[in-house]
C-alpha cells in the first residue's frame, strides 16, 4: 500500500522505514530535506512540498501526520485537506488532543475526506519492536487500512496469551484496536499517557528512598550503600513490578549509578493534564495520576534523584532529551 509519512522525527522516521521493511511503499515529507534524503536513501520516495507528495500517489491517498500536537498538525492538516479528493485518508499519529480529533472530523466530512486518530506507543524502540496503537475513525476506513496497522504493530511475539480470553477480533493481541470513532483512539492513549506518568514517578519514588538510605541525615548504623543498578537487575527477573520502564531504568542505572547526566527538570507533553480534566468531567478521582504531575511540575524547581530517574526514562523510551547543558 501506498502512505505519506509527514514528518519524519523520532517515530515518523521509523514508522516509514517499518512500513517499507513490510512491504509498502513510502512517500515522506519533512520541513528538514536531509530527514527526506536520509528515508529516500533507504527506498522511500522524498519529496521537497505537500503539493508534490500529493501528487506521487497512483490511487486513494493516504497521509499519516506525525508532528507535534498544536499547531503544526492543525496547519498541515489544514494544507492537506484541499490537497485530498473524496476518499482519501488522513492520520494523526501524533498526541493530539482528542476533542481536536472529533472537531477535525466533522470539519472534513463534508469533503469526503476519512480522518483516522491513530495513538502510538513504541517511541525510539518502535522500528525493532513494533508500535501499540489505540485507533480511532470510520469503522469501514480502519479495516481498510489494516495491512498498514498490522505492519507496524508488534505481532503476537512471544507473549503469553491471556487466560480465559476468547475474544473473535485479535487484533488486541496483535497489538493494536480500533477504539471507537474519531477521538477515541487519542482518547485511550491519552489515557495510557496518563497512567504512564504514575508508573514512572512510582519507580522513581522508589528508587530515590533506596538511594536516600545513605543518607547523612540517618543515623550512622542505620544506613545501608545499596547497589542501585543490582537492584533495578533483580527486580527484572521475576519481580511483580518487572515492566518496560524498569528495563530502561535497568539500562539507565548501568550506564551511571548516579544518573549525573540527567538534570531531573521533567517536562510534560500535554497528556497527563488532559487526563485530569478528563477525570474531572467525569467525576474520577485519580490521586496517583494528579501527584505524578504535579511531581513533574515541582521538578523544575527542585530536581531530586528521583527526577533524574524520570528523566533517564523518558529519554529511554522516546529520547527525550533532558541532560544538563
Known amino acids: 500500500m501506498q502512505i505519506a509519512i509527514i514528518g519524519l522525527g523520532r517515530m515518523g522516521g521509523n514508522i516509514a522505514r517499518r512500513l517499507m521493511k513490510h512491504g509498502h511503499e513510502a512517500l515522506v515529507y519533512d520541513r528538514n530535506a536531509e530527514a527526506v534524503s536520509s528515508l529516500a536513501g533507504d527506498g522511500a520516495t522524498g519529496a521537497a512540498s505537500l503539493t508534490e507528495l500529493a501528487g506521487r500517489f497512483s490511487g486513494r491517498r493516504v497521509f499519516w501526520v506525525m508532528l507535534p500536537a498544536g499547531e503544526p498538525t492543525e496547519a498541515t492538516i489544514r494544507e492537506l485537506a484541499p490537497l485530498c479528493s473524496q476518499g482519501d485518508v488522513i492520520i494523526d499519529g501524533g498526541n493530539t488532543f482528542y476533542k481536536d480529533d472529533m472537531r477535525r472530523a466533522r470539519e472534513l466530512a463534508p469533503h469526503g475526506i476519512h480522518y483516522v486518530d491513530v495513538g502510538t506507543s513504541g517511541g525510539v524502540w518502535g522500528l525493532e519492536r513494533g508500535y501499540c496503537m489505540m485507533i480511532g475513525g470510520p469503522e469501514e476506513t480502519v479495516r481498510d487500512l489494516d495491512p498498514v496497522f498490522d505492519a507496524l504493530a508488534p505481532g503476537y511475539g512471544d507473549i503469553e496469551r491471556t487466560h480465559g480470553r476468547n475474544a473473535p477480533d485479535d487484533r488486541a493481541e496483535r497489538g493494536y ?3 471507537g470513532p474519531a477521538g477515541a483512539g487519542h482518547f485511550v492513549k491519552m489515557v495510557h499517557n496518563g497512567i504512564e506518568y504514575g508508573l514512572m514517578q512510582a519507580y522513581a519514588e522508589g528508587f530515590d528512598i533506596l538511594k536516600s538510605k545513605n543518607s547523612a541525615n540517618l543515623p550512622e548504623d542505620e544506613r545501608f550503600d545499596l547497589n542501585l543498578p543490582d537492584i533495578a537487575e533483580v527486580w527484572r527477573r521475576g519481580s511483580v513490578i518487572s515492566s518496560w520502564l524498569l528495563d530502561l531504568t535497568a539500562i539507565a542505572l ?4 548516579n544518573l549525573a547526566r540527567f538534570s531531573g527538570h521533567v517536562a510534560d507533553s500535554g497528556e497527563g493534564r488532559w487526563t485530569l480534566e478528563a477525570a474531572m468531567e467525569e467525576a474520577v ?5 494528579s501527584a505524578a504531575l504535579y511531581a513533574r511540575y515541582r521538578s523544575r524547581q527542585d ?3 528521583g527526577d533524574k530517574m524520570l528523566s533517564a526514562m523518558r ?3 522516546g529520547g527525550h532529551v533532558e541532560i544538563p547543558q
Open 177 to 179: 484496536i480500533h477504539a
Open 254 to 257: 548501568a550506564g551511571d549509578g
Open 285 to 289: 478521582p485519580v490521586n496517583v495520576l
Open 303 to 305: 530536581a531530586t534523584f
Open 315 to 317: 529519554f529511554g523510551f
